[in-house]
């Protein structure tokens, strides 16, 4: 049976953490299995790190840099590098690829994120397996995706991925850091999210210091996919081998259950691609009829406002506590909300002297999380 599988290498694989130069037989060994996959009908979608640690050894640096300006110069000596690499590999074994370069705001207007949507989708159509990595040559803090798990898992969601490989530098999820901690305890399933918490896990950084991630970025990358039906797995990327093996069955890494595929794209891009620009904290009232009740969110239910917004910017909906209930597109700007909040519908047009809309975030545009 056809699957769409995404596979996502590090730079912390990618590389050898003692020089930063390409692992050309660890990459060779993935370009193989992923052109194997290709030829037995599947549809591949390649993420994958590395430009500026590709960058900085071509250009003699012994760190990563850490100016956003620097970065940004080192990233685009890397890309051409790093794609080259890439070309030359698939290209030997009679395998088109295609080069895309995304950054969170290409996907934070709606109409950016269905055209990235139809380009995959075309792309797969044509048996072309697509390299996707951020933009880091123009992308700027607020619209970075922050590290390419992050990125790996809003494009399994976007191209409906049954699978969602994160390829890194241990071989599994374990409940602490196996390098400092002998009783650390090998985790096989995540039937949920929840179970970490019984679970334990403690999460650390990147291992070889190239890369930007760590555990605490792959399994939020995991809650974003699972959450859209993607099943998730975390594997020893040294091994790409382990990708078939684990497509035919075989319990290696760590397993994510994936949650019944949402039926609303919207909904999941309001709760996993936009950032929040803002915190409505709201009554116990309004809680509930948010979380068990299906309701709007009215203006009635709103007991304070935190930052600065406009309307039809995203929003986080939390409890008195600061706990995150929901997300959702909100109606009226911060400065309307804070002149309104707790009063009744019917008061809103005397108190802006206009009639607005009587929900503050209606349920339809409001995503539970």
């Known amino acids: 049976m056809t699957k769409t599988i995404v596979v996502k290498i590090g730079t912390s694989t990618l590389t050898r953490s003692t020089t930063g130069n390409l692992a050309l037989s660890t990459i060779a060994a993935l370009v193989e299995i992923l052109a194997d996959l290709r030829q037995q009908g599947h549809r591949v979608v390649l993420v994958s790190s590395g430009a500026v640690g590709v960058g900085c050894a071509r250009l003699g640096l012994t760190e990563r840099p850490r100016n956003i300006a620097l970065k940004q110069a080192v990233a685009a000596v890397g890309q051409g590098r790093l794609m080259r690499v890439y070309d030359d590999l698939f290209t030997t074994l009679q395998q088109p690829i295609a080069q895309v370069l995304l950054t969170r705001g290409d996907l934070v207007q709606r109409?950016?994120?269905?055209?990235?949507?139809?380009?995959?989708?075309?792309?797969?159509?044509?048996?072309?397996?697509?390299?996707?990595?951020?933009?880091?040559?123009?992308?700027?803090?607020?619209?970075k995706f922050g590290d390419n798990d992050t990125l790996s898992a809003l494009v399994a969601s976007l191209v409906e991925a049954d699978w969602l490989f994160v390829l890194t530098d241990v071989d599994r999820l374990y409940s602490a850091d196996p390098r400092s901690n002998p009783d650390a305890q090998p985790i096989a399933l995540v039937q949920s999210m929840a179970q970490?918490?019984?679970?334990?896990?403690?999460?650390?950084?990147?291992?070889?210091?190239?890369?930007?991630?760590?555990?605490?970025?792959?399994?939020?990358?995991?809650?974003?996919?699972t959450a859209s039906g993607v099943r998730t797995v975390i594997t020893d990327g040294c091994f790409p081998g382990n990708i078939e093996k684990i497509l035919n069955g075989e319990s290696i890494g760590t397993q994510f259950e994936p949650q019944p595929r949402p039926v609303n794209a919207r909904?999941?891009?309001?709760?996993?691609?936009?950032?929040?620009?803002?915190?409505?904290?709201?009554?116990?009232?309004?809680?509930?009829?948010?979380?068990?009740?299906?309701?709007?969110?009215?203006?009635?239910g709103i007991a304070q406002v935190e930052g600065e917004f406009q309307a039809d910017d995203s929003v986080q909906l939390c409890d008195a506590a600061g706990k995150q209930?929901?997300?959702?597109?909100?109606?009226?700007?911060?400065?309307?909300?804070r002149q309104i909040q707790g009063c009744k519908s019917d008061k809103i047009a005397e108190i802006l002297g206009y009639a607005g809309v009587e929900t503050a975030v209606h349920r339809d545009n409001l995503v539970i999380v």
């Open 111 to 143: 109409n950016g994120y269905v055209n990235a949507c139809n380009t995959f989708g075309q792309l797969l159509r044509l048996g072309v397996i697509p390299i996707v990595n951020e933009n880091d040559t123009v992308a700027v803090d607020e619209l």
């Open 196 to 225: 970490l918490t019984e679970f334990q896990v403690q999460t650390g950084d990147s291992r070889s210091g190239w890369g930007t991630g760590g555990m605490v970025t792959k399994i939020e990358a995991a809650r974003i996919a």
């Open 267 to 300: 909904k999941h891009w309001i709760a996993n691609v936009l950032i929040p620009a803002g915190k409505l904290y709201l009554d116990a009232g309004a809680v509930k009829a948010i979380s068990h009740g299906g309701k709007s969110l009215l203006a009635a």
């Open 325 to 337: 209930i929901a997300r959702g597109l909100v109606n009226y700007n911060s400065l309307e909300l």
